[in-house]
């Protein structure tokens, strides 16, 4: 069994997210691949930038299950258009915020979310909420960094994360770390390292592996999402988009 | 102190909501317009609808709030993209679902929702849950009927809504009635007196008249949506889209 | 249609809340009437306070039934007897408190309740917890001041508010406020202008305003309690109070 | 050590509870005593009824404490007035529902509260949720009779409440049984015996022998409740009752 | 009737509880008796501790039911076991924890839960999330002193707990105190005095006084656990374990 | 990187679960090994049985961990000892029920859990609350059968859970089905074969396949339990147990 995985990064801008970052991912029997929108916002960080992504990416994921891939991950902590793309497609659709919330929870009792913008909070607190996971919310931090500005300078970014994820554990109560945006890949084994040295063992959890492995034991385990609570939507007329197999429809 | 308020009827089609329908709401100092999107789906019985519903939604409201209008209302029980056109505008922006539902928790102890489609089921579970309310929804009840399909029989369509009220109060436990369709516009009154004739005297909630008078109640109180919930979004690449005061920063 | 408002205020107390309060909220088509109980407490500052208001508010709200009001406001956060008023009388009855609570979940996610003392919080929590909206309570906050000795130094009672407030939104969390005593009315623009020199454009709920508008909203949308949950009570023999209606019924 | 508990009913009506009740649950250093209301309803059945048993209710609580009784029982499952008794007096305040609930909330998972009369379950479900039991509620069931009509035939009534513990059970999951009417006194035995006929040994709550054994622990273990959260009245100028202790204020 | 209630130290450690603990709470009619274990742990601070503390529970609590005694109270905060020895045994098994969490919830709104070890924090969240009672635990402290090293100075050890006590209050929002540790017996009246003398006058649950009235409370009432949630366990090969009654199916 | 992964069955009944069980899961890189207990019961149907269960689980896997396995998977659906074995053990343990849960939270919004037994719902209901996720509990279901009974007639079998799985669906709301027994291994294909047969296109979640694969998934993404809340046990005098690491701690 080969397995391919499309991560579907939801902006435009060309040049943060590369196959560079995935390739380490991939090994005998796993192909990650990797597609940006045509139309959609150039960054993530409100509703408005959400709502501009949706549409194209759930065209992007239709494609790629006509591609023949095996599983969708959506490249960004809120999980923009999860539900929609869930609906269109029948491979599972993970998002990256979904996946790592579940694996703090397992692997521990209450996670904090370190991200970029305190803006986004209530973007954060809504879906945590609609997973569910309220209860096991220990706390939002954030190190108030836009997104496009996110520092090259590595262990700048690794220190002002490592100090956000020892007042989430000390402060907080949390005994888990997610880092709440994709664009911290990497940096999960210096923040590990750093709150090591403080006394604490807790999970630092890198969005993007995290779910590139998760999807991979979902198609192993021959599982994918429920078509009862996401069922194919209805053909009907739409304008302004073109999204394949629903095109026929279109006025 | 004259009062405008703007109905968006996210979808494409002609016909369904007209002037006629809210003409009866207006009165000395109130008046209420009406628009519907140039790109979307012609109708919204899913995620992927609502996806498509959003991104023209945000631009009809950022044109409603030039245009000098007070108030908006999302003509849609899902309340899609509620959120980001907060984010866009700073008027107010009501969604007919977060109203109704608002309202019956207010006037009773367990509301039930009823509506077209099973279909919609997680999507209104979903709502709720994010407007912090899910410990008063009694149930979820439908006719499963599609909207377009509604019948035109005002009759038939007033006694199968009566009958799921009735079960909704009867086996539910429910204490009051959402009328979990925009389309079932002007029904309420003949659902109260059935119910009333079975001895069940409880609110009937037709979403638009009380979205409308909600809308007024905020405008005459001085309050809008929280910016600090809902910061105006960040200028930045777009692409794909012509969203006015964000075009600029179009490509 | 005209409407009149009819606001009980549920204490002995005279000069407190005059009409002079109400009649900036009166227009054409808009009357607001007010009535003081007879028996009761001077001010409500406890459970014991509530228990000794709530006999005669229904004695009142029957009374303002009987007289052709339309709707029923209770004049203080604690919405005391709000479900025995609603039991006793047909037309609706709203609470400074319930009202106050639900618009701000309207408005924003997370609401701070800035009231006058801090021993009045247990009374507080146990209502919104009874509303269903405990989880979007981001916080209690208090000026400390009894209601009677309340300052007549507007400035100084609006820079103690707006002291809270800010604590609210820095620390707790907040993104709405409301005032959380009647006898603050009168000093939301202050308090909001005050955020928003902050940068903090939040809603201010000053209760009484609010509450006179979306009764308005309630009759014009022709909708009032549930009579599932707040039945009419039996007619049986009552000794020591003299409740019409209710009359023929006492020993 | 002798330990006086008083009971309260918080009604008008003799006849209905006598010492004759309670008796037998006196032995060697207990005594329990008892009192009815001079003004107040002659049974409760609403939250109006509730609201005119309070007041007088306050008062008989303080001459009880007055007159040196050690622990005050409130003998109505929806414990009226339990929080401003406890404010007015420091020796523990016991209300049967309250102290029923928690019991079958430590000997089971999940309790029903079996009651008079359908219309009484909106105020169950309150003070359910706001004593924190919710999640532990299985359900409300009642045999649909007023309680001064119920029946002098007690072998009915045993068979009636025995019918719908074993729907409690059987239907919706319960594993323990409060009898939700203090005149059910006595009936716990023969129901208990039929749910054991039917292969089921569950708890079957009496409340007022319940909160007699309680009231007896909490004394023993020199503890009552907090006066953080319910503190003394503020004394105040009061028209329309004589309350001891805060008579002086009153005009 | 006399009442004979057995304790049961989880533990295997001699001296740290001792009949002269316990004797001060028998009187004329009631005899504590008390049992160590023979396998297990010498102090309980982690599930692991808890894990080999359970099984010789069970013996001990089925030879305690055996030997005629009414109630059992497991003497650790932690309940180790009380849902495996309720199973076995039909007489009450209350836990030392359970008992002192719904008392607190009874006596006020929210407690604090101060014991002696910070790593326990997850093993009491979860006991206290699982008898439903999260939404009235205000806070978890610790005195970080282990078991077996609680100083035989009381005053130190009153006034750390005082200390801790008051921060409850104060900072989280207590209202009634549990001592979380069944080594604190004889702490609470010092406890109690220090906060009021700071002001506060709050429950302080001393468990093993508490938890003997308790199940006095039961056995008068003729209460025990239900057996429908708790049913005794099938007869089955055991290996390595010695349990009477399920002895002969032992290979 | 070649991953080991230790199943330990906690039952000491040979010839249940066999390697032959596990031999399909594995593949290049990936090898199961699997453990049973020398003590404790024979099958796990109640609390007491868990009891017995955990002590030598714990044993099993520190030994495990000391042969160098890279994860261990407890194959029970209650996960007994789950917490304890995390304390004992640095590599990542899961539980079949824990997995499972997740797995069905992320796949839809309400799981049904399809067991052997009606006697374990609390002990079920209890660790659904515990991980957080009782939100999105549909229901229990169970065919009624003690494990050791366990049809070898697989097709009435899957006729069985198929059965309860399809009433999970149309009267409790489920969306996704998890197999609440380690012994069903295997039946999920055919159950989902006919529940697809009905229209029901949802998960069918087959716990060991599944915690295999998400222990791969943990094991490549560098992850495994938080220390801060499932600390090392400190070394401290045992009686009655061998346990490898804290051996040379016992008397």
Redesign the interface.
Known sequence: MSIDIRLITPI??KGIRTLEDVRPLER?GLTVSHSL???????I????????A???S?RVAIEAEHSGVDAIILDCMGDP?I??C???VSI?V?GAG??SM??A??????FSFITVLD?I???I??II????????YASFQSIDT?V?ELSHDLEALNEALSEKALIA?ESD?A??IILGCTGFLGC??AIRASLQGRG????V??PI??AV??A???I????????????E??L??????S?PKYNSAAN
């Open positions: 435009i801008t005998q929108l045509e139309s959609g916002p150039s960054s960080e409100s509703e408005f930038d959400e709502a501009l949706v549409p194209d759930i258009g539900y929609a869930r609906e269109a599972p993970l979904q996946t579940h694996l929870n397992m692997l521990g009792h209450r803006r909070r209530p973007m607190d809504k909420g609609s997973y569910g996971l309220k209860d096991k836009p496009l554990i109560g005994d888990a999960a084994d604490y063992c807790v999970p959890i890198d592996p995290a492995h998760m991979e034991a979902l192993k385990s021959g599982l994918t999402h429920s078509k009862v609570s996401y069922p939507p209805s009907k007329v739409i304008s302004g988009y999204i």
